[in-house]
């Protein structure tokens, strides 16, 4: 297959602008590191970041733990056991309210 020009020009556009970017990202983390030396890790940072890409090596470094979201069935017995948990306190604290 053959790409037509524009379209050439349009992918070749986005690619410098990404490795612009990348680059930059990674240039600023390596002067916070007080680093005069771009690591492939301040790269990979960025791809975490940015596109939410892990690389393989570098994953495990900078993922931050993220909390699984609970299921509409896992929320609705949350629920219930919350009401099963008030109703005898409140039957409770109003039987002590009458008997006084």
Given at each position: ?100
């Amino acid at each position: 297959f053959k790409l037509q020009p524009e379209l050439a020009d349009e992918l070749m556009e986005l690619t410098d602008n990404f490795v612009t970017e990348a680059v930059e990202f990674g240039c600023a983390l390596a002067a916070r590191r007080s680093s005069k030396v771009l690591r492939t890790s301040d790269l990979a940072m960025y791809m975490q970041r940015t596109y939410h890409l892990h690389i393989p090596g570098f994953s495990k470094e900078y993922t931050p733990y993220r909390r699984p979201v609970a299921s509409d069935l896992h929320k609705a017995r949350s629920v219930a056991v919350r009401k099963a948990q008030l109703q005898p306190q409140q039957s409770g604290a109003a039987g002590a309210q009458g008997a006084s």
